[in-house]
């Protein structure tokens, strides 16, 4: 099984802005954990279509804990609906695996 790992350059720029807004206090970590999970997840379903399973893989795991992460700590900032966050993005995964 090859894995590289490696993430696509919208992430890592994502990344990086998101790195930069926390640490000026413009953004909160709960918010760029959002923005990453999203980031990953797109980047996962593309290598899954692409035929890449492991770092397909690999990556909807790292939108998981991403989002996992933001659930945790959204809860007491704000009032979201994380099941919809979740059902939209389990809906995301489905509809793009069908393609």
């Given at each position: 099984m090859d894995i590289d790992a490696s993430i696509s350059e919208e992430t890592a720029h994502t990344i990086i802005k998101n790195l930069?807004?926390?640490?000026?206090?413009?953004k909160y970590i709960t918010e760029?954990?959002?923005?990453?999970?999203?980031?990953?997840?797109?980047?996962g379903i593309e290598l899954l279509q692409k035929g890449d399973l492991a770092n397909g893989a690999l990556q909807v795991y790292g939108a998981g804990l991403n989002f996992a992460s933001y659930?945790?700590?959204?809860?007491?900032?704000k009032n979201v609906n994380l099941y919809n966050n979740f059902a939209e993005n389990f809906g995301y995964i489905m509809n793009s695996l069908k393609e």
């Open positions: 930069k807004l926390f640490h000026s206090g413009h760029c954990h959002f923005d990453e999970s999203d980031n990953f997840l797109k980047d659930a945790a700590k959204i809860k007491g900032q």
